[in-house]
């Protein structure tokens, strides 16, 4: 019974004392008992808080700029007083001068030229005068590498033709120049290289300065020469002893060499 009477006061003595504690103690209390797991999903929560949206920077706006409307300057031009600063007597006298800086040229003589283009058929010559004249593109198959300002000797065969174009002519300054030349040799008693080209009637066909002059049988050796067709082929000295314009014939020797 006592025991009993013991437990009894000790029960009474425990609720009084929890009569007595204060709400904020009891507060402490409750949140002492929270568990581990809540305490965790309040760290969760506090880590996973939204980040503040970041301002967008919205870039400049560039303003295409304004096509101006094309003015041609023709439109615009006033052509009253056009020229009117020259008087008769300076139009003149620049005519003089443009037409000093000009070659005189005269048909039928050789000049030097300068190759300023080339087409598929023709070649452009620079002579120095008003206008540029052409030639045959077949006229320089002789020339290797041919291009613009390369110098070159043409023939004025026209100043002008019906088309007001300029007339030139390479094979004809070969020509011309090969004729001067073969009369200097002569003038000069000049020794020339030429090539046997082949055999004839009485002797041998010799080209000096692309011109075919004529050898006799008589005068390749000062002794008689019966097979003439070893010399064919081949170079030769020669000098001209007799020139024919009337019908374009040259005799050469080669015996007065000897």
């Known amino acids: 019974m006592a025991e009993d009477k013991k437990d009894e006061l000790q029960e009474v003595e425990n609720t009084e ?21 809540e305490e965790a999903k309040k760290e969760v929560a506090e880590e996973v808080k939204p980040e503040p949206a970041k301002e967008e920077v919205k870039a400049p706006v560039v303003q295409a700029p304004i096509a101006e409307p094309e003015v041609d300057i023709w439109d615009t031009a006033v052509d009253d007083g056009f020229g009117e600063e020259y008087s008769d007597k300076d139009r003149k006298k620049m005519e003089a001068l443009y037409e000093a ?26 002579i120095g005068f008003k206008s540029d004249g052409l030639v045959s593109l077949s006229e320089f198959r002789d020339v290797e590498d041919l291009k613009p300002g390369d110098a070159v000797e043409v023939y004025v065969e026209e100043q002008e033709n019906a088309n007001g174009q300029l007339v030139l002519s390479r094979r004809k300054a070969k020509i011309v120049k090969a004729w001067e030349n073969i009369q200097k040799g002569l003038d000069e008693d000049m020794v020339i290289n030429g090539m046997v080209k082949r055999r004839t009637k009485g002797g041998l066909i010799v080209d000096i300065f692309g011109v075919e002059a004529f050898l006799p049988g008589s005068q390749i050796d000062v002794k008689p020469i019966r097979d003439f067709d070893v010399f064919v082929g081949k170079k030769m000295e020669v000098k001209v002893v007799k020139i024919n ?14």
């Open 17 to 37: 004392a929890q009569a007595a504690e204060t709400p904020e103690e009891a507060k402490a209390v409750e949140a002492a008992e929270e568990t581990p797991a």
């Open 101 to 126: 800086t000009l070659n005189q040229i005269t048909e039928k003589e050789v000049m030097a030229g300068t190759v300023v283009g080339i087409t598929d058929r023709d070649v452009i010559i620079n």
């Open 245 to 258: 314009y009337s019908n374009d014939n040259v005799v050469v020797s080669h015996k007065v060499l000897i």
